[in-house]
């Protein structure tokens, strides 16, 4: 059998998944994460569900390649739904945007409870920090991946309370600052941000200054962390 590898934005998520009886990957397209971590015997079992029948076709040609057919239950089904609560210990919702996956948990609030989330946005990843504290969700960790120049944020969440998302930790993070990509990632959300500012900046619309404003006051405290970080690291 050839060596398995999924790429290295989710092998770091399967990596960040602790040993546990079920594994459920929601979104899983090829279920390679569920793989992972069934092959590294962190797992007992995994559920690999998908909204779409492409999708689960392409985790079952995964589970039957890599002899897990009798260890992966695959399901077809929207979000959280595909489970019953506390069926599984681990939850992986990875490869969407961040809007997404708000509407995933905020569908199946019993996520709060118990089981432990590894969440991956692919875009709008200020969108879910913002919400998660304001919805009875706490970030433990936070942690960068690359892949093919691309930084990716991955979550680890659990139910709990924690502060809420100021325009900074939204955008920068809550617990990125130990992580060697984080000067690398919070110059691309600075720029992200000077693009919005200008086109804020040309707007008419009402409101359009008093946001830009807000924009702005968000880009000095991630500049002024960023400056922090190059001190810290020499550069």
């Known amino acids: 059998m050839e060596r398995f590898d999924p790429g290295p934005r989710l092998r770091a998520i399967a990596e960040l998944a602790p040993d546990c009886r079920v594994l459920a990957d929601i979104g899983t397209d090829h279920a390679y994460v569920p793989a992972a971590v069934l092959l590294e015997g962190k797992a007992e079992r995994a559920v690999a569900a998908d909204i779409g029948r492409g ?104 139910g709990g309370e924690m502060p809420p998302a100021d325009g900074e930790r939204a955008w920068g993070g809550f617990l990125l600052d130990g992580d060697p990509l984080w000067g690398r990632y919070l110059e691309e959300k600075i720029l992200t941000l000077r693009r919005t500012a200008a086109g804020l900046g040309m707007a008419r619309a009402p409101g359009a200054a008093q946001r830009r404003g807000e924009v702005l006051a968000i880009i000095s405290a991630l500049e002024r962390r960023k400056g922090e970080w190059d001190r810290a690291h020499g550069t």
Do not use: C, F, H
């Not at 995964?62 to 929207?78: P, Q, V």
């Not at 919400?131 to 960790?141: I, R, S």
């Open 55 to 158: 999708p689960l076709d392409r985790a079952r040609a995964t589970a039957e390649k890599y002899g897990l057919t009798d260890r992966m239950d695959l399901r077809l089904g929207d979000g959280l739904s595909v489970l019953t609560p506390g069926e599984a210990d681990v939850i992986v919702i990875a490869g969407m945007g961040g809007d997404s996956i708000t509407e995933i948990l905020a569908a199946a609030p019993w996520s709060r409870d118990g089981a432990l989330l590894l969440l991956q946005p692919m875009s709008k990843a200020e969108v879910l920090r913002r919400w998660l504290p304001e919805n009875g969700y706490a970030v433990q960790a936070e942690r960068l991946t690359q892949e093919r120049g691309v930084l990716y944020p991955i979550l680890t969440v659990r």
